[in-house]
């Protein structure tokens, strides 16, 4: 069944590739000419990682700086390649995306690792985010979509899937699963602004959409990360997984 759903996966992905340099996005190279977004990919399908390649190269503003097709590959050539972000896959050969993220991790912590994949289960969902990834994605997702996260976990966030995002909100909403700290749950409207941050939005979007100000949600943030003892957004998603 997965391997038929990552063949789907990369027909959707190949199909809807424009050809090569046409692919216009939000971002752009900085004025000095240099790549703003470095980007490695580790696939074991040949066809969809040299799809994925194209599909970063064609992007103004980034470059498929280094491709592999098992972990062990990954983990030797990644951290000479030194990627900002790195598109996983967790069905690889020998050793799974998730165990090879927990060691890129380790060789390489300034990268951020983004799950590619076809699974949407619960335990590889939270045993990615476990494992040291800063955001989920099915490869279902648009090539647009797939960019978009890509220079969104650069730049600090944690984009999913809609679908993913829903099971993430889902045990948001478990009363007992809103944490409380010396007797100090999150209020009513913190756990608003935790709900947008788990869906990857942006503090300028939650503000947008709650009608508040953006030093508002800043401040909302704050409290919600002190009275749960976390420092990132990925780490929001692991402490309500039971």
């Known amino acids: 069944m997965a391997r038929w ?46 799809s994925l390649t194209r599909m970063v190269d064609a992007a103004p503003g980034y470059r498929c700086v280094c491709a592999c097709g098992t972990a062990e590959d990954a983990l030797r050539e990644m951290p000479e390649a030194k990627p900002q972000v790195v598109l996983m896959d967790i069905h690889l050969p020998h050793r799974s995306g998730i165990e090879c993220t927990r060691r890129l991790k380790d060789l390489c912590p300034a990268t951020q690792v983004l799950i590619l994949t076809v699974y949407d289960d619960n335990d590889n969902i939270f045993n990615a985010l476990k494992a040291g990834a800063s955001g989920y994605l099915l490869k279902r997702s648009s090539p647009a979509d797939i960019l978009k996260a890509v220079a969104e ?63 508002t949600i800043k401040t909302h943030r704050k409290h919600i990360y002190h009275k749960l003892h976390i420092r990132c957004r990925a780490e929001i998603l692991l402490r309500y997984h039971a």
């Open 153 to 215: 976990v650069k730049e600090g966030g944690a984009p999913m899937t809609s679908q993913i995002a829903r099971k993430v909100v889902a045990s948001l909403r478990e009363p007992s699963k809103n944490p409380a700290v010396g007797g100090e749950s999150l209020s009513e409207r913190e756990m608003e602004v935790l709900g947008y941050m788990s869906k990857g939005y942006a503090e300028k979007e939650i503000a947008d959409k709650m009608h508040v100000s953006v030093n």
């Open 5 to 50: 759903l990552g063949c789907k996966a990369m027909e959707v992905l190949t199909q809807s590739l424009p050809p090569t340099g046409t692919l216009a996005m939000d971002c752009e190279p900085e004025a000095d000419g240099q790549i703003m977004i470095t980007v490695g990919i580790v696939e074991d399908n040949r066809e969809l990682r040299t």
